[in-house]
């Protein structure tokens, strides 16, 4: 999956964190500029594609609500995003 992450946070460093969710259709791409406005502010942001869009392997990836959910938690997890 690809994804944008601006920076991890550091140990014993608290940096906010925004999640970007892009639409359907649609990519990380279309928050190029927020991020790059958050970034300036100190704001650590994460904007995966979800599976199946910008010209990613087809999948069984259905869009659903709970799908989303699943792979957001799951992408955060994998990422060591806290909660």
Do not use: M, W
Request: proline share 8%; with cysteine; net charge positive.
């Amino acid at each position: 999956v690809k994804y944008v992450d601006t920076g991890h946070q550091g140990k014993g460093a608290f940096k906010p964190t925004v999640i970007s969710l892009h639409g359907s259709p649609g990519t990380y791409k279309e928050f190029n500029a927020i991020t790059a406005n958050l970034c300036k502010k100190g704001v650590r942001v994460i904007a995966p594609n979800f599976p199946g869009t910008e010209h990613a392997h087809p999948s069984v990836f259905r869009h659903t609500p709970e799908e989303k959910a699943e792979f957001i938690r799951d992408f955060l997890r994998a990422l060591r995003v806290p909660r």
